[in-house]
């Protein structure tokens, strides 16, 4: 068996796709690639195929109809054989850390397992400015499995992403529900859904996942995020509702899973009154009226007793407000 299976969604990737592809061969035999074209209309298929004719014990290739980054990941998920999970997207690449985060990998499983393995991130911008590392030292134990009890908390900027996580295949396996088709940003509830079957970690401090930011059409373009408002609340609100909170009884974990809903607010809400109508800001409040009664206590939490309340002040100058909360905060990170 694989020690990692590496899903790749691709739609009309084939100008990157490469570059993605050739950093997971350093893995060699201990991983499976499995390269999801996603109805493309270029020659995505095609350079796939090319791969999996070259390296048929390490590359397999899935053609399906296009469902969008979400259905990706379920198709990976239901062809993966690795023992362990990982999603990288088509135009992003992994580090020359690669083969050694397989060897820590080996190592958890000789010790019985993990059920997530974490490691950093880091931001590389196509004009060179704002490059950064995602890293979880402060946070996370180095060398050695632990739980959720051995955590610090975690800063504003700083979750547990796609681009930080590699499951256990089986735990992502629990979900009792396949992402959504033709939804973006999917990937935190992906993440999201899994946390509550998380009980032993590893921490690598190493930048293994090089995500690469400046495509004019990529999805975090601010043009693109705000356009697809109702995507990220459609996520927001899965998210919130995939479990009661209440029912955490690990107290970091919990701890944990509500700074993750936090975000999740936030940038639905940031990204939503970018769009500064009525309409948009409307579906905001329907957000919350729909968290609210899926959790009355929780919802009104977020909704007014965080200082989430401070971007949801209504009319025109909440939105004003609420962009300039936005700028801050991307001058901060970086993250488009």
């Known amino acids: 068996m694989k020690i990692l299976t590496v899903t790749v969604p691709c739609y009309n990737s084939q100008d990157y796709m490469e570059n993605c592809i050739n950093s997971l061969l350093t893995g060699g035999e201990k991983v499976e690639i499995i390269i999801i074209d996603d109805g493309s209309k270029d020659n995505t298929g095609k350079i796939?195929?090319?791969?999996?004719?070259?390296?048929?014990?390490?590359?397999?290739?899935?053609?399906?109809?296009?469902?969008?980054?979400?259905?990706?990941?379920?198709?990976?998920?239901?062809?993966?054989?690795?023992?362990?999970?990982?999603?990288?997207?088509?135009?992003?690449?992994?580090?020359?850390?690669?083969?050694?985060?397989?060897?820590?990998?080996?190592?958890?499983?000789a010790q019985g397992g993990v059920d997530l393995a974490v490691t950093n991130y880091y931001y590389v911008h196509s004009d060179g400015e704002g490059d950064r590392s995602i890293n979880y030292a402060n946070v996370l134990p180095e060398g050695k499995i632990f739980r959720w009890a051995d955590t610090k908390p975690f800063l504003l900027h700083q979750?547990?992403?796609?681009?930080?996580?590699?499951?256990?295949?089986?735990?992502?396996?629990?979900?009792?529900?396949?992402?959504?088709?033709?939804?973006?940003?999917?990937?935190?509830?992906?993440?999201?859904?899994?946390?509550?079957?998380?009980?032993?970690?590893?921490?690598?401090?190493?930048?293994?996942?090089?995500?690469?930011?400046?495509?004019?059409?990529?999805?975090?373009?601010?043009?693109?995020?705000?356009?697809r408002y109702s995507h990220q609340i459609l996520v927001t609100e899965k998210c919130f509702s995939s479990c009661h909170l209440d029912e955490v009884t690990e107290p970091r974990l919990k701890k944990y899973m509500k700074h993750e809903l936090f975000m999740m607010f936030g940038i639905s809400i940031l990204f939503t009154r970018l769009n500064r109508t009525a309409e948009t800001d409307a579906a905001l409040e329907k957000m919350w009226d729909n968290c609210k009664e899926f959790d009355p206590k929780w919802g009104r939490h977020f909704r007014s007793r965080t200082p989430l309340w401070f971007i949801c002040l209504p009319g025109r100058f909440g939105q004003s407000f609420s962009g300039v909360v936005y700028h801050i905060a991307n001058k901060i990170v970086r993250f488009n």
């Open 48 to 109: 796939a195929d090319e791969y999996a004719a070259k390296y048929p014990s390490i590359v397999r290739v899935v053609h399906q109809e296009n469902g969008g980054h979400g259905e990706g990941i379920n198709q990976g998920l239901a062809h993966a054989t690795g023992t362990y999970f990982k999603v990288v997207d088509s135009d992003d690449t992994v580090s020359t850390d690669f083969p050694a985060f397989l060897e820590k990998l080996e190592e958890c499983e």
């Open 159 to 227: 979750m547990l992403t796609i681009h930080s996580c590699t499951f256990r295949t089986e735990a992502m396996r629990k979900w009792g529900e396949a992402l959504p088709k033709h939804v973006f940003y999917e990937d935190n509830l992906m993440v999201y859904k899994t946390l509550p079957h998380i009980e032993k970690m590893y921490y690598m401090n190493a930048d293994l996942y090089r995500y690469w930011i400046g495509r004019p059409d990529q999805s975090v373009q601010q043009n693109v995020m705000s356009k």
